[in-house]
């Protein structure tokens, strides 16, 4: 079966960095749509920065030129990279990833088939 397995996560102060990985079973993941969503129990999981197989990578306004979303192909990973976090980036990480999704909403869970167990992000103030 398909597993996806998120690292990375940890406490951070304010100002600084962290990049999180997720590795998966599946091959080739330039074929995929995969992304990082975040998520604040017992709240929904929100989008926060997405990789389709074809196009521009999009973020959410909240992170838009912090993060960086990236595909490493020899690791067969999907990474992203966190600058100058914030109290509010506080959250568990997702990473989600299928075959396909509506490119009109790629910014819904839903869409994604596949997903790991997360990786706690603290950002202390």
């Known amino acids: 079966q398909v597993k996806l397995e998120e690292s990375g996560g940890r406490s951070v102060q304010s100002g600084g960095s962290l990049r999180l990985s997720c590795a998966t079973s599946q091959h080739f993941i330039n074929n995929l749509c995969m992304g990082w969503y975040r998520e604040v129990p017992p709240f929904a999981r929100e989008g926060v920065a997405l990789?389709?197989?074809?196009?521009?990578?999009t973020y959410s306004d909240s992170v838009k030129g912090r993060f960086t979303i990236s595909r490493d192909n020899a690791r067969n990973t999907l990474d992203l990279q966190m600058n100058s976090l914030k109290p509010e980036d506080t959250a568990i990480y997702y990473c989600a990833s299928s075959e396909s999704v509506d490119s009109t909403r790629r910014f819904v869970p839903s869409e994604y088939k596949y997903w790991g167990q997360g990786t706690q992000v603290s950002v202390s103030s």
């Open positions: 990789a389709p197989r074809l196009g521009l990578n």
